[in-house]
């Protein structure tokens, strides 16, 4: 059974960090890739960040979120972390972390991706 846990959302104020992570159980966790997607008050959910499995050489992003955020991974603690820097109100929202459905596999969009986490508040204010 394969279980991603959110943690480390909180209050911050605009131009602050945030450093999200997501602990993954199951295994071969190495082998797949992970995202960050986010969905903020009345609208959908959208992609943040990507990482590709293994060493996580490949990374994407969503364009707001380049220069700003950074996506990592260690496979010995099965974790992905999301570095969120330089912060701004329009960043509020669930973010949530996601295993992609087939393994070496990756990508920007949610069909992508089938074990999800319960998600963690980022509230970003002015």
């Known amino acids: 059974q394969v279980q991603l846990v959110e943690s480390g959302g909180g209050l911050v104020q605009a131009g602050g960090s945030l450093r999200l992570s997501c602990a993954a159980s199951?295994?071969?966790?190495?082998?797949?890739?992970v995202a960050w997607f986010r969905q903020a008050p009345g609208k959908e959910r959208e992609f943040v960040a990507a990482?590709?499995?293994?060493?996580?050489?490949?990374?994407y992003y969503e364009d707001s979120v380049k220069g700003r955020f950074a996506i990592s991974r260690d496979n010995a603690k099965n974790m992905v972390y999301l570095q969120m820097n330089s912060l701004k109100p329009e960043d509020t929202a669930v973010y949530y972390c996601?295993?992609?459905?087939?393994?070496?596999?990756?990508?920007?969009?949610?069909?992508?991706?089938?074990?999800w986490g319960q998600g963690t508040q980022v509230t970003v204010s002015s």
């Open positions: 990482i590709s499995w293994w060493s996580g050489s490949n990374t």
């Open positions: 199951g295994r071969s966790f190495s082998t797949y890739g």
């Open positions: 996601a295993r992609s459905i087939r393994p070496f596999s990756s990508g920007i969009f949610e069909h992508q991706y089938d074990y």
